[in-house]
């Protein structure tokens, strides 16, 4: 994975060289389109705000169709700002299965954005709590299962095929999980799933 993301990130840096370089004018160049075939938006308005209404569904489906984060940070939003929102924008983009690979791609993107700023002493506000009551208490039964289990975060995130740091959100109950992933999960700790409804 380590490899993956140091591959992935040459694109970032590469990046950062243009920034050195470029200087963006609004007036002489225009944000590309090919992405928005079946969209019509004022992207130029929406991404210049990240407060827009609108902001977090573009740049998700920005996200879901760019792998390349040299032009996405070049040409639509700072890092800092994807930095910023990616918990948000992944979400939504959790909500077609199609996007996966992208999510992927952009978390390792999110991952190594994080270890930079974290070397450069630069501190992001990130929320610690729940994202609500139901990923709270799923949250806390991965938790007590695995240290019953008595394996580390870094050892069941391998096992289930994801970064410690997401599993660490798991558990706090800041990741909104797929059945397919608690199952996954559930597995790999020797349990299985059971729901149940009350009327």
Known sequence: M???????????????????????????LKMKRDWLWDRDLNIEEIFADEKHPRFLETAALLLARKNSAQEVFLEYIKPLVFFRNWTRLKNIMRKDQWNNPRIKYWQAIYEKLAEKYKERGIKIRTPKKPRDKISAEIGQKIKEARLKKKVT?????????????MLSRV???????????????????????KIGFDF
């Open 171 to 193: 558990e706090i109950g800041m990741e909104n999980l797929s059945l397919e992933t608690i199952k996954k999960i559930a597995n790999k700790l020797g349990g299985k799933i």
């Open 153 to 165: 975060q870094q050892q069941l995130a391998k096992r289930i095929g994801i970064t410690q740091q």
């Open 2 to 28: 380590g490899e993956e993301r140091d591959k992935i990130f040459t694109h970032y840096k590469l990046y950062e060289y243009l920034t050195i370089q470029l200087i963006r004018c609004k007036n002489c």
